[in-house]
């Protein structure tokens, strides 16, 4: 079976013809959206984007083949400026090479706007920055879903693994759901309007390979059972636009008892957000980011805020986040 | 939490006036219809009525306190006379005494038009056609799926388990999802208009409370993850009116596996009813019977003769059935 992006099939990029932005010298600049993976129950299989944070990518085209990195900023030198070994390059490189176009020649700028390891899917904002970058320089105008493998691709070099919870929804917006990876077939989900996400990044280390190992192999089927009812509760809940559904579908009984361990105070946290009116809360991808969902945006920044000050009272730097839902993916910004 | 029907609270019966149909020597006839539990890779949290086959009750308002059963057809003996025993009194007493009113008596017919043992919710549509003549004969307007846990309380006494995933369909009609049992919690799905099941019932015995027993207790996390992806996949589809993803959605890696076992040659059916253009094909409930989706009526009834013809040939019988998704539940025919 064919892969199955959205059900569209016009996802093989084209080789298209230099001119235009193309031209040598031509340059761009990429806002890529932070992603929230998992979200809860669907570990795995979903994740939605966010319109803060994220981060840019700057491509020039430089005539000489081949991809240099001239410049990264806000990584405090934990990334590598080696194209062969950075994401964002590596990522490039496979699309260049999949439309026949390895004799282009690419400067990349990677401005960190997010942090790293916060389970945010940072790697995956500066990959889809930079495939997003390189598309609409080359003026290839096929779906933007068929960057998802290439934007794998930079996963599987930063996570060990080329998952795409995170990447899908950066690259093509809203929630989306990884109904299956062989074939790959992805399927974006509604959401209810004003719908917003408070966003908690306690600065502690949680790497997602160590917090990937920490999870059970092997589960009970009745846990198992318990965890799809919710699953399917919550993509009900987003068709139905019925927030209620989805909050009490945003349970899980398998990864979170696990990885909640890796996060100060957690329960503690969802504690308080609840209180204050969260809709749902929970852990961002493999973590230490945490989120929840709220009615309105007030009660998210009043949750954010509370729950900034509890961390600063246990000695806990954090950086803190609300945003709506994002639907567009990229952007182009310069 | 409170219980959660369809996001309906009006669920609770009040004690109804006796009255019009409610009167001594008042009777009503009512058709509930088989379901499919399931659904593939809905494994205890999904599934749907059909039109066709159902069961039949006629009750009768007798004046004297109590439940009578003086006739059951269509069961060959096999189903207990004693009010005690039998689903049907048994859930309607669950119901008249939730209501205050153990002082109305009442005598059933039951009118088995379905095979017992086909894993089609036998027990369920008698159940739910009991639970409806009540409600309708004391003219309670209360919301119908107010009878969910009644149902329930006879499919506890049928199979040992007070499962919803018969009981549930075959009340509120459409596919339903059980997105939790503590506390319950009932949602309706949409589904693509005409869109055909075709049912084959091979008559082999397949006892539910066996079918259950050799269901594996411990499952793989990654298998676990394939199949909530595919219910995820499922649900989507039902919303999104898209065959192809429900019928690429409908895959079990953990269930069928094992059940598939008891039906005689399960693969060479489905490998028949794929290749004559069926969307799906799968097990209903704990089996015997099977059913597949199709776009159109014609090819669910060539697959229905075609398996038939099958089993012939194999030396066992086999009732077939052609229906569209029943989305009404029970109905009063007399």
Redesign the interface.
Known sequence: ?ED?IQ?LNKTAAIPPPLGGRGAVGADIQVFAPATVANVVC?????GFAVNEPGDEVVMRMTGKPGITISKITGDNGRLPMDPAKNTVSVSVQHYLKSIGRTDIGLDIELHKKMPIGSGLGSSSASTVAGLYAIKTLLGDESDVAGLLPFAMKGEEMACGHGHADNVAPALMGGFV????YEPL?V?R?PHPEGLYCAIIFPDVDVPTREARQI????????D??????????L??GL??N?I??IG??MKDI?VEPVRSMLIPDFYKMREMAMEMGAVSFGISGSGPSVFAFTRDEDTAHRITQKLQQHLTGIKIGSNIYVSTINDKGPRVIG
Do not use: E, H, Y
């Not at 669907?42 to 979903?46: M, Q, R």
């Not at 198992?224 to 699953?231: D, E, F, M, S």
């Open positions: 079976m199955k059900d669907g570990f795995d299989v979903l759901l990884i109904r299956s077939d399927v989900l999870i059970r192999k092997n589960i009970q089927m009745k198992a059972v318990t965890q799809w009812g919710n699953i399917a509760g993509v009900s068709f139905l019925d209620d559904l009490r579908s398998l």
